[in-house]
């Protein structure tokens, strides 16, 4: 067996990872010194460590890891399944995003301010982001944000409505993957949803409001403008 800081080195990552794949579970070493406290890697570990770094480059996130080694074959068979859905649907959004990118170069080589067509781009649905979504955090960026911290609301705005058809209200519109916004000129502002200890997420990165606002999903009900009408 190997003291920890080889097994890091060896397996090019470090302490402060191994220790905390540990903590949570997902690896932990053979033996620990109750003297010095110092943790032992047997050979066997490297194959784990290998199929953790494995997973994630895949895009497993830590929770999906551990539920992965949890699960028996037919377990596992399902979990990768679930994964390339995923990351499927990932793809789509991304070449979506791509595409509008090339949009907004194309118009801003004309010395357009504006993409009127992307503000009334054709709906298209998806059922994850009907509901409302409040405001619970800004952050620098995605990866900064830890859904268990506590962090103070930042926005102008408490909550989003995701209306059904896309249905504007307030200003506000979407289509999959975008928040359409009409007032001030209008802009499209691109979303991106994670799932995170059973709760659902949304990033945006609204120009002018600093850093990427963070939404949490209170209830995935379907609103209409009537209804939240009544509420002010």
Same mark, same amino acid.
Do not use: H
């Given at each position: 067996?190997?003291?920890?800081?080889?097994?890091?080195?060896?397996?090019?990552?470090?302490?402060?990872?191994?220790?905390?794949?540990?903590?949570?579970?997902?690896?932990?070493?053979?033996?620990?010194?109750?003297?010095?406290?110092?943790?032992?890697?047997? &050979?066997? @570990? /490297?194959?784990? $460590?290998?199929?953790?770094?494995?997973?994630?480059?895949?895009?497993?996130?830590?929770?999906?890891?551990?539920?992965? +080694?949890?699960?028996?074959?037919?377990?596992?068979?399902?979990?990768?399944?679930?994964?390339?859905?995923?990351?499927?649907?990932?793809?789509?959004?991304?070449?979506?995003?791509?595409?509008?990118?090339?949009?907004?170069?194309?118009?801003?080589?004309?010395?357009?301010? #504006? $993409?009127? $067509?992307?503000?009334?781009? &054709?709906?298209?649905?998806?059922?994850?982001?009907?509901?409302?979504?409040?405001?619970?955090? /800004?952050?620098?960026?995605?990866?900064?944000? #830890? &859904?268990?911290?506590?962090?103070? +609301?930042?926005?102008?705005?408490?909550?989003?409505?995701?209306?059904?058809?896309?249905? #504007?209200?307030?200003?506000?519109?979407?289509?999959?993957?975008?928040?359409?916004?009409?007032?001030?000129?209008? $802009?499209?502002?691109?979303?991106?949803?994670?799932?995170?200890?059973? *709760?659902?997420?949304?990033?945006?990165?609204?120009?002018?409001?600093?850093?990427?606002?963070?939404?949490? *999903?209170?209830?995935?009900?379907?609103? /209409? @403008?009537?209804?939240? /009408?009544?509420?002010?």
């Amino acid at each position: 067996m190997e003291r920890i800081g080889n097994f890091a080195r060896r397996c090019q990552t470090t302490i402060k990872t191994l220790r905390f794949y540990d903590k949570s579970g997902l690896l932990s070493p053979d033996y620990i010194d109750t003297f010095t406290g110092y943790r032992y890697y047997g &050979p066997e @570990k /490297t194959a784990e $460590m290998q199929k953790i770094t494995g997973l994630k480059e895949i895009g497993f996130t830590l929770d999906e890891i551990r539920r992965y +080694n949890a699960a028996d074959e037919r377990g596992r068979s399902e979990i990768i399944r679930d994964k390339r859905l995923s990351l499927a649907e990932m793809a789509e959004e991304a070449a979506r995003r791509l595409k509008m990118l090339d949009e907004y170069g194309q118009n801003l080589s004309k010395g357009e301010k #504006k $993409m009127d $067509m992307d503000l009334n781009a &054709p709906f298209e649905n998806d059922e994850r982001a009907i509901g409302r979504w409040e405001f619970i955090a /800004t952050v620098e960026n995605r990866e900064e944000f #830890k &859904p268990e911290n506590e962090y103070e +609301n930042k926005s102008v705005y408490e909550e989003l409505y995701f209306l059904p058809g896309g249905e #504007k209200y307030w200003g506000f519109g979407w289509t999959k993957g975008f928040l359409i916004i009409t007032f001030d000129g209008g $802009m499209v502002v691109p979303y991106e949803l994670r799932e995170a200890g059973g *709760q659902t997420f949304m990033f945006l990165e609204i120009p002018g409001f600093g850093g990427v606002s963070v939404l949490g *999903q209170a209830d995935n009900k379907r609103y /209409t @403008k009537s209804s939240i /009408t009544k509420k002010r």
